[in-house]
């Protein structure tokens, strides 16, 4: 007895895996982006006498990341 031939053949079951991986990929991404779009903290006034070094979070961060 012969069986009937399925449609479905492994070419056609790795593409749709692989555009099911693309996909699952691509959602976990997007939040990402929405979040990146996000308003831009406003720069301050540049300090009238010149200078305008700042301690902040950044800089910090980075002395602490110089220490050995």
Same mark, same amino acid.
């Given at each position: 007895?012969?069986?009937? $031939?399925?449609?479905? @053949? %492994?070419?056609?079951?790795?593409? !749709?895996? =692989?555009?099911? !991986?693309?996909?699952? #990929?691509?959602?976990?991404?997007?939040?990402?982006?929405? %979040? /990146?779009?996000?308003?831009?903290?406003?720069? $301050? /006034?540049?300090? #009238?006498? !010149? !200078? =305008?070094?700042?301690?902040? /979070?950044?800089? $910090?961060?980075?002395?602490? @990341?110089?220490?050995?």
């Amino acid at each position: 007895m012969s069986q009937p $031939k399925s449609k479905l @053949s %492994r070419r056609t079951l790795f593409a !749709g895996a =692989g555009t099911a !991986g693309a996909l699952a #990929a691509a959602a976990t991404l997007l939040p990402g982006v929405l %979040r /990146e779009t996000d308003e831009a903290p406003q720069a $301050k /006034e540049p300090p #009238a006498k !010149g !200078g =305008g070094y700042q301690l902040t /979070e950044h800089v $910090k961060q980075y002395y602490k @990341s110089t220490l050995i």
